[in-house]
């Protein structure tokens, strides 16, 4: 198995622009998760899907994040508008009820 | 969840036991005890975990005392690979989410 697989692993864009991020999971898990790091805050769960539907979004910062699972093999976050403060590394994870997590190799975007 | 304190640093030699300790006094009994790391510039990798039973894997083996308020995770022959920050995440049966804490940056000195 390949793994959670994410795209792109580095973007660097212009403050204002949107942003799509992308995540495969390992075929056969069943949630789906969106983390963020950064030197501030550390990792922070974002988001969170099981059998594709979205469980808990509290931890979205606000109304220009949003996340979609419309399979069970395939998830996007999205940043509509971005903004410099959203510079981090997004870490998308898969897992299947009662293991642990399998993250990807995460994705650094920087907004300039 | 429960919270954790873990030491934010440790040092240990290459080919020796690194043991990483972790305090979880207010953990519940339906609450296991996970251990993640990050290898730099890579994404958090899952070790192991346990309920109250201590626990091996070709990875680590994680100890938990009898009364569940503290648990070591061991790495029995470290090597310059095992650098890393290890996260303790204390998580509820059924739970999902992860909340992770700042670890332990563990230096592996050879």
């Known amino acids: 198995d390949a793994g959670v697989i994410q795209s792109p692993r580095h973007e660097v864009t212009e403050m204002g622009q949107e942003v799509t991020l992308r995540c495969k999971p390992i075929s056969g898990h069943n949630s789906l998760f969106w983390y963020r790091q950064t030197m501030m805050r550390g990792l922070e769960l974002l988001i969170y899907?099981?059998?594709?539907?979205?469980?808990?979004d509290s931890g979205m910062p606000e109304d220009r994040f949003s996340a979609k699972m419309p399979n069970a093999s395939f998830s996007t976050l999205k940043i509509q508008p971005s903004e410099p403060r959203d510079s981090a590394v997004y870490f998308c994870?898969?897992?299947?009820?009662?293991?642990?997590?399998?993250f990807g190799q995460g994705t650094r975007l920087t907004v300039v | 969840d429960a919270k954790t304190t873990q030491p934010p640093s440790m040092d240990c030699a290459e080919g020796r036991a690194a043991n990483l300790p972790c305090n979880h006094s207010t953990i519940s009994g339906n609450e296991y005890v996970y251990w993640y790391r990050q290898i730099h510039s890579q994404g958090p990798q899952y070790i192991i975990h346990g309920l109250k039973n201590n626990e091996t894997n070709e990875m680590a083996s994680l100890i938990i005392t009898e009364d569940r308020k503290s648990s070591t995770l061991i790495l029995p022959h470290a090597t310059l690979r095992d650098t890393a920050v290890y996260y303790c995440i204390v998580r509820s049966q059924g739970a999902q989410k992860l909340v992770f804490g700042q670890g332990t940056r563990l230096t592996i000195n050879p």
């Open positions: 994870a898969s897992s299947l009820a009662g293991t642990g997590e399998a």
């Open positions: 899907f099981n059998n594709n539907v979205p469980i808990d």
